[in-house]
Nanobody, 123 residues
């Protein structure tokens, strides 16, 4: 079993930055592909970013490309989502997810999820 714990959410003004963290435990971290998804109030969950198990490959949703950076620190069993130039449209609950196998953008392919961390961007 994999446990994921997110942190780093909060309230920020438009144009500001936040860094989300997701600490993993319970399985060898290097075997996991990781992803971030988000869900805004009244909207469906959407893909944000994925990273391969070695961290050499990343892929982003068009809405965050160029503003968000996904990275992983295997020594700390932690992934990070650096979010810059935040916009009110980025307001959502952000969820970290993990799977054994290659990174994919489809949420239902991920067996392990964190509890979520809230990000609010004020205009």
């Amino acid at each position: 079993q994999v446990q994921l714990v997110e942190s780093g959410g909060g309230l920020v003004q438009a144009g500001g930055s936040l860094r989300l963290s997701c600490a993993a435990s319970g399985r060898t971290f290097s075997t996991l592909s990781m992803a971030w998804f988000r869900q805004a109030p009244g909207k469906e969950r959407e893909f944000v970013a994925i990273i391969s198990w070695m961290g050499e490959d990343t892929y982003y949703a068009d809405s965050v490309k160029g503003r968000f950076t996904f990275s992983r620190d295997s020594a700390k069993n932690t992934v990070y989502l650096q979010m810059n130039s935040l916009e009110p449209e980025d307001t959502a609950d952000y969820y970290c997810a993990a799977r054994v196998g290659g990174p994919v953008t489809t949420g239902h392919a991920y067996a392990h999820w964190g509890q979520g961390t809230q990000v609010t961007v004020s205009s």
